[in-house]
């Protein structure tokens, strides 16, 4: 089975909900947004799997003085309900369906947090993302979106190391859909690709690649990311292991050889690169 029919699979199983708004991704980014109906036209996304190395990227762009990243949000489990039939008639006469009271729901959200942060451009990743890129680019036209890649096979013995007594297979299976998810995205629309060993062994250039796409100048104090405060560590809401309670960028582990890589992980491993 190939990266694309895992990607077809893995969106078979979010909800029918997510389902019925799904369009082709290429309609999307140029569907009109009403004047008024977001305050934040332009938010950025990361977009990557889990255990990529997306929170040490977190940290890095929330120590630049002009972007606001903060810890993983999750909007794909943010909905909003209409309890009575009654408020779906009211809101229907004031042109808003259950879709497009959702979306306000989460510009509210992020523009909320990034007045707090008073800066003034928000980034934001949450590797759940990948399963509503579609939703994200209908909700924000305009928002921009930067890829991040790890070897699959490194995501799936890191995503074992952080919670031991994982069973093998599913802990395989759940990385491919991520990373067949995550391949659809970096297909359907434009952004930067970055890759997590580049990130920790060249971070200068990495981030320059993030912060050139953004519009912002690459700052150097960046690197030196445990000097600001980001918020607690929290399980959940991205890393919270010793590594990148160092404050620096640590060097990443060896990439295994290839006879170590996991056959379900082979194809996507070879679209990024990683395997010839």
Known sequence: ??????????????????????????????????????????????????????????????????????????????????????????????????????????????????????????????????????RIKKCWPKSKMVFLIRHPAMIARSRLAARPGRDEERNIEIVRNYCAALERARQAYEGPTIRYEDVTTDPVTALTTVCDHLGVTFDPVMLDYGRHDHGRAVAGLGDWKDKIKTGTVQPPDPLPAESEIPEDLREICATWGYLT
């Open 1 to 134: 089975m190939s990266w694309k029919d895992v990607a077809k699979r893995s969106l078979s199983r979010t909800t029918g909900y997510e389902l019925r708004r799904a369009q082709p991704p290429g309609a999307l980014p140029g569907r009109a947004v009403r004047p008024g109906n977001r305050l934040l036209p332009e938010p950025a996304f990361v977009m990557c799997t889990l255990r990529s190395g997306s929170t040490l990227l977190r940290l890095m762009l929330n120590s630049h003085p002009e972007i606001h990243c903060p810890h993983e949000i999750h909007l794909r489990y943010i909905s909003v309900n209409f309890d009575e039939r009654v408020a779906k008639r009211s809101m229907k006469e004031m042109g808003l369906n259950q879709e497009r009271l959702e979306y306000l729901l989460w510009d509210r959200i992020l523009h909320r947090e990034l007045v707090r942060s008073g800066k003034p451009l928000l980034v934001t990743k949450t590797p759940n993302d990948v399963y509503i890129a579609d």
